[in-house]
């Protein structure tokens, strides 16, 4: 669609243009594609980094070609960093895309880390890092995110970012399989406790997914495939495509809809191993 396309004329889901989106993580990877898909559906977005806003460069300029497609529509984008497992950080963090962009009507908690190591070596501290990051920093921008509704007695959505090892296990990934199921029942939870106040709490939950931290097995054939073997769709997903399902959640056409996580992995959870007959006889 042409960026000079009157407003009314331009698809998108309902609901999502001129809202106003904080994005944690989303620097690259599933969280980028996040921020870049609310931008092509006309949402202004904040844009969570951790470290130096140097590392967010190749997201801003993704953010702003997608503005410029929508610019008429006001479409504004902000970088905003803190680390989410610091609560004073996530206070902040809020406080500022609030003042940037007037409210925040769709909080998405992608933000995540894991560490690999067989359950018996891994420390407290690792094991509480990944916790802290992973479920406690969704909790404490979902606590700041549902304050903001409460007050302004505005609705609101959360998307949480969980993953297929919410519910499949994952060895050696201890802290993060365990973050994840954590994130399954945060959802719930949210979703009941606040579903009467106009705030839905969903989440998608993503299988093997092309993006920077997986280069490793994605750009190894033989990982690739043995990867690839276990999903009935065989293929892994794009993280455009975990956007999109994300963007879906967020939207008017999902307002009847919480307390759901939507798992977008190519069937993985759908045991592939029992995929051909066999009997037992």
Not at 145 to 159: P, Q
Not at 182 to 195: D, F, P, S, V
Not at 254 to 260: C, F, L, S
Not at 261 to 281: K, M, Q
Request: charged share 20%.
């Amino acid at each position: 669609m042409s960026s000079t396309a009157p407003a009314s004329h331009r698809a998108g889901m309902r609901g999502l243009e001129g809202k106003n989106v904080l994005i944690t993580g989303g620097t690259s990877g599933i969280g980028q594609a996040i921020a870049v898909r609310f931008a092509e559906h006309g949402a202004n977005v904040a844009i969570n980094y951790l470290r130096m806003p140097e590392e967010a460069t190749e997201t801003e300029q993704q953010v702003h070609a997608c503005v410029m497609r929508v610019r008429q529509e006001g479409v504004r984008d902000v970088l905003v960093g803190a680390d989410v497992s610091a609560e004073e950080e996530v206070v902040r963090m809020v406080e500022e895309t609030i003042r940037e962009l007037g409210s925040i009507d769709v909080l998405v908690n992608n933000a995540g880390i894991q560490i690999s190591r067989p359950s018996h070596e891994l420390s407290r501290a690792d094991f509480e890092r990944v916790l802290a990051v992973n479920l406690t920093g969704a909790f404490l921008c979902a606590r700041e995110a549902i304050r903001h509704w409460v007050e302004t007695e505005a609705a609101g959505s959360i998307v949480n970012v969980s993953s297929v090892h919410q519910r499949i296990p994952k060895p050696n990934y201890l802290g993060y399989s365990v973050s994840k199921g954590g994130m399954q029942n945060l959802t719930t939870t949210l979703a009941l406790e606040y579903a009467a106040r106009g705030i839905r709490v969903n989440a998608i939950a993503p299988g093997a997914t092309v993006t920077p931290i997986n280069r490793a097995w994605v750009d190894d054939p033989a990982k690739a495939a043995q990867v690839t073997s276990h999903i009935p769709i065989p293929r892994a997903g794009t993280a455009d495509e975990m956007g999109g399902v994300a963007c879906f959640l967020a939207s008017d056409d999902a307002a009847y809809v919480t307390g759901q996580t939507i798992f977008v992995d190519g069937g993985l959870t759908l045991y592939a191993d029992f995929r051909d007959p066999w009997s037992s006889e």
